[in-house]
């Protein structure tokens, strides 16, 4: 089980090479619309928010069960993002 601040790391350092990846894209193709990949930048950002107000909630009984959810949800959405930046 990680615990809350190893998490934290986790989600940060996911979706902050995640941001970064779409950056390095943009920079790699000048030419090409930028509307995607900032949509993209806007739903890791949204994810990222959603995933930290989850690691604060104090109102959960069993944490281990609630953080291995969390990092579950981590991997499918980080995934799901990494899918997204491979298309564009």
Known sequence: MANKRDLKKDINYVLGDIIEAVYVWELS??????????????????????????????????KKAHFKSINQELEKKGRALIDKINKL
Do not use: Q, Y
Request: aromatic share 2%; hydrophobic share 30%.
């Open 29 to 62: 193709n000048p030419g090409k619309d930028t509307k995607k990949s900032e949509t993209i930048i806007d739903e890791a950002i949204n994810v990222f928010d959603d995933l930290i107000v989850k690691v604060n909630d104090r109102s959960v009984e069993n």
